[in-house]
């Protein structure tokens, strides 16, 4: 009898070599709709085939429909059935979406949202996702990264002294509001920027998928600190410059991952990152040092990626360094018409820097302004150079990058 309870064309069980010399399973009264069949497949996975006896009043009705349904093979013996496996197990034809250690050169869209190294059964749907090539999104640092920034998560209720007495005068509190509000919309583009590319990312590569999302999770708790901290004493916020929000626009004008990725990270968060060091070395108050402290520790793992994945890249495709190049002046062009840093930020900073009102203080803070600058051109200078620029069109680039900072 086959599995479609009828007999097969010129076969009968005689044809079954050594009937009793198949391993049996015992059932007893298990039904396959109480699992059952997982004790069948246990069987057919050690051997081609397996001689069934159970006592289910409905074993004689399922038994066959589940056999028809996974491809096996079924056949009557007295008063137990021999099933055989058929070659329409599941497993045989499903494609190796590669091996887990490591992401292959190109994610098809076929392999969809199965884990990597995963066996991927035929006839699923695609899932064309363009960032599915290993050179554009991969850096060998990933999990390195990843696991550091799982690690160094951190509670803003309790990781920063918010009810430390804040002493120094209103007008460096007006200071500190105003810098504040000026991060608060920087960081709103460093996360909407990445979170683009994310939704596009194939998830073969899991270990950039997962770093993306944890960068988002860091720009979303620095937006809270950094409103936490300006309306600490003030209801309201500073001012948002038409030139600052031109500046940061052109950051979501970019379609390409890497060039978006080098405009916000090599050269945008690490200028960003020098003025939070910045700011922790004249914060006039404990809160205010351990906001971009943290903060800061956060955005060094973000430029770590952005020079890894993008130095990775330009190794396989040196003539990504000309696009870059053109990013870069790009932006100059359609930003020439800004203000670039608002004067408001640019003022307060001076004053963080001071401590006070004194000509002296005052051009002692604006000495240190100054000098942040030159750092930030220095600090780009030498990323653009680490990604293969040579040091005289590296300074020439890191020249032309927004006064905005970010």
Do not use: K
Not at 75 to 82: I, L
Not at 93 to 122: N, Q
């Amino acid at each position: 009898m086959s599995a479609d309870g009828g007999a097969r064309d010129g076969e009968s069980i005689e044809s079954i070599e050594s009937i009793e010399s198949i391993e049996s399973i015992e059932l007893g009264d298990l039904g396959l709709d109480e699992g059952a069949h997982l004790l069948v497949d246990r069987a057919l996975r050690a051997q081609p085939s397996a001689r069934v006896r159970g006592t289910a009043p409905s074993l004689a009705v399922d038994l066959p429909a589940w056999c028809r349904a996974r491809g096996h093979h079924l056949e009557r013996a007295a008063a137990d059935f021999v099933v055989t496996r058929g070659p329409a197990d599941r497993r045989r034809g499903a494609e190796r979406a590669g091996t887990a250690a490591a992401p292959e050169a190109h994610a098809p869209a076929r392999w969809g949202l199965a884990a990597r190294g995963a066996l991927v059964e035929p006839g699923g749907p695609a899932l064309p996702l363009p960032l599915a090539d290993r050179r554009e999104v991969w850096a060998d640092e990933a999990a390195r990264l990843y696991a550091q920034a799982a690690a160094a998560q951190w509670d803003p209720a309790t990781a920063i002294p918010w009810d430390t007495p804040i002493t120094h005068p209103e007008e460096v509190e007006d200071a500190i509001v105003q810098v504040m509000t000026y991060l608060i919309e920087n960081e709103t583009a460093a996360l909407l920027v990445p979170v683009r590319f994310l939704g596009r990312l194939h998830p073969h590569f899991r270990e950039v998928m997962q770093l993306l999302a944890i960068q988002a999770a860091d720009e979303a708790r620095h937006i809270e600190v950094f409103t936490r901290r300006a309306r600490l004493r003030r209801e309201a916020l500073g001012l948002s410059t038409a030139g600052g929000q031109a500046s940061l626009a052109t950051l979501f004008d970019e379609p390409s991952f890497a060039i978006a990725s080098f405009l916000l990270a090599v050269l945008g968060e690490g200028s960003f990152l020098a003025l939070l060091w910045f700011l922790r070395d004249h914060a006039p108050d404990p809160c205010t040092r351990a906001v971009a402290q943290l903060a800061a520790q956060d955005e060094a793992r973000h430029v770590a990626f952005g020079l890894a994945h993008l130095g990775r890249h330009v190794g396989e495709d040196p003539a990504l360094r000309d696009q870059l190049a053109a990013a870069i002046e790009r932006r100059h062009a359609a930003l020439a018409h800004t203000a670039g840093l608002g004067a408001e930020v640019f003022d307060a900073l001076i004053l963080l820097a001071a401590g006070g009102w004194a000509p002296a203080d005052l051009r002692r803070g604006h000495a240190a302004v100054v000098e942040l600058s030159r750092e930030m051109a220095a600090g780009r200078t030498q990323r653009l150079v680490r990604l293969g620029f040579d040091p005289d069109r590296a300074a020439r680039l890191s020249g032309l990058h927004t006064r905005n900072f970010m």
